[in-house]
């Protein structure tokens, strides 16, 4: 029986939001079995919460902002891919403004926070939502579809015309050894023409070549270039992982998706949802056979 997991005690991480350039600071939180993952605000009167959830999202242009009635959070997603490769089931994120820490562009700071204070398992069984049919959204040429699969793979294809992205491809069993590994670093990226024009209307004032891989017409911007040649493609699977825990349990199953982004991701989820004869709500270890219980030790 696989079992839900929270962390052992608070990790902190801190850093500048990429829209104010202002000091924010973002705390994990251990919460009780069945609660899920919710933003706290702890500047607020009241410290009012908001659970993460598909129904939440509502801006998916460059970042994934989940919206209440009180507040909302801006680009939820870098932080949320590591909750959703080490399979954290309950946790509040406290944040003390409207913005979550940029770090490096990348999950890094945030898993590095994560495993330094160590996950506990709780005393209730995890739910797993366990795809038992395909189910496909497109929309023009962006294609995102989940198939049956015994464990959590990302498929993702991208094809951008600059000279240093072109068409990149990434498949891998997601864990948090492969996430650590090949995922965690890759960093956000923008084009200098579009980061120009955010700054004109007065975001992205945080961002800088600190926090974002930045191409010109020509190349990368970053005196150090890339940290994978293909850095592009698996920053593309480090925000599907993120946007994923808005479904609000684990997925099972092989996502594949072609020139997706977060509005594409949101979509599919929120299909994924409404596609209640092709999953089921399955617990591991109690009502599965032999052979998905001796796969799914690589994802527990
Ligand atoms: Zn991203």
Redo the contacts with the bound molecule.
Sequence with gaps: MFLQKTIRKRAIVKGIGVHSGEKCSLTFIPAPPNTGVHFVRSDLPGRPSLGVQADFVKATGY??TLGGDVFSVA?V??CL?ALSALRIDNLFIELDGPEIPICD??AKNFLEALHKVGLVEQDQPRKYCYVTQPIYFSEGEKQAYVVPYHGLRLTVTIDFPHPKIGKQKLDIDINDQSFTREIAGA???GFLKDVEALKARGLALGGSLDNAIVLDEQGIMNPDGLRFDDEFVR??A??AL?DLVTLGMPLMGHVVLHKSG?DVMNKLIKKIIESKDSYKHIELGADLTEEIRLKSHFWS
């Design positions: 970042a994934t680009t997603e870098h891919s562009g990348s960093r956000t990226f920053h593309k480090l925000d993120g977060h």
